[in-house]
């Protein structure tokens, strides 16, 4: 379990819900023998079509199903925190999954309904495509001509090779790329290759349902995400891809051992997948305070701006920020606001 901090804190992070433009005109195709492989042409008329999405692995199909939750159960990580002037519902989220999460439990709902914003960390609905992918080009790629061998260890580099392989996946696509850049644009590329969508990530649910109906708040803005990573020293970097590339391969199997846990509104099983197991890592210290701490006291500093404003508010945040000692949860009881968990 402690090895698998980053890849779980990446699959809970609405950073993935941008990632795939680094890897823009990337075609998903099959060559003649029907194995999927990702390329920068469009994929040939002769050759077949990709899997249809029905046929793609659901998040149970690699563990016990005896202990799965269904869509409909009654946990999840919901809490509210209320004042003489404000109530604010707080539901730690997941930003990738698949139709069958749905419905969600009635009491999310009912608080959903209850409140008159929607906050989230990220509305990417309202950006312009074309300007948002040069921005993040701008960041997460190399605009001096360097090249992304140059700047990973060679351990890092030989395992970034057996996986671009392993996967169909041309090295020409991710070569002037960032370290942390490619970390997500394969996270990203695996979710969506075992069916799992951001079109089911909880955000979008609810930013779909709130769309003309609720005011709608973003606790941070794309500029703040992408300065995280990319103030990332070369070390930082390296570590974060290295990581991500050794469990990429059973990325299947960590979604879905973290939905059981979020299904079943597990704190202190999500707390040690995540934030434990990261603090762990070589350099785990550094990344936990830029990934998790300094992040969680900025959206906590937003909730108590709700507080002060008044109002009933919906948050919707991903499930590892509202975790552990130094969570957003414990950072407002901190202030002295009172949190119950649902």
């Known amino acids: 379990m402690k090895q698998r901090g980053i890849m779980i804190w990446l699959l809970l992070s609405s950073t993935l819900l941008w990632s795939p433009f680094g890897v823009a005109a990337v075609h998903k195709c099959t060559d003649d023998s029907g194995r999927v492989v990702f390329q920068d042409k469009p994929c040939s008329d002769s050759a077949p079509p990709p899997p249809a999405p029905a046929t793609a692995k659901t998040p149970t199909a690699t563990v016990d199903n005896t202990v799965a939750v269904p869509a409909t159960g009654s946990g999840r990580l919901l809490w509210v925190l209320r004042s003489s002037t404000a109530t604010v519902y707080m539901l730690g989220s997941i930003h990738f999954g698949q139709r069958q999460m749905y419905p969600l439990p009635p009491l999310v709902m009912e608080a959903y309904e209850d409140s008159s914003a929607l906050a989230v960390e990220l509305d990417l609905g309202g ?91 973003e606790l941070e803005t794309l500029a703040q995400q992408l300065d995280i990573f990319d103030s ?63 992040r969680n006291a900025t959206m906590a500093g937003r909730i108590e701006e709700m507080v002060r404003r008044g109002g009933r508010y919906f948050v919707v945040v991903g499930a590892g920020h509202f975790l552990g000692e130094q969570g957003i949860v414990a950072q407002l009881r901190g202030q002295g606001h009172h949190v119950d968990r649902f």
Do not use: C
């Open 232 to 294: 990332f020293s070369a070390e930082d970097q390296d570590i974060f891809l290295r990581h991500t590339l050794r469990d990429l391969e059973r990325s299947s199997e960590h979604f879905a051992t973290m939905l059981q846990l979020w299904q079943r509104g597990d704190e202190s099983g999500l707390n040690e997948l995540i934030n434990d197991s990261i603090k762990d890592m070589p350099g785990g210290d550094r990344l936990f305070q830029a990934l998790l701490v300094q």
């Open 127 to 217: 950006a312009d495509a074309a300007d948002m992918a040069q921005f993040i080009t701008a960041k997460g790629m190399y605009a001096d001509g360097g090249r992304l061998k140059e700047h990973v260890s060679a351990e890092t580099w030989a395992l970034l090779e057996q996986v671009s392989a392993s996967q169909g996946l041309p090295l020409a696509l991710l070569e002037r790329q960032k370290p942390w850049f490619v970390a997500m644009s394969l996270l990203s590329l695996a979710l969506k290759r075992d069916g799992y969508s951001e079109e089911y990530g909880v955000e979008q649910h609810f930013l779909k349902r709130a769309r003309g109906s609720k005011r709608i708040i």
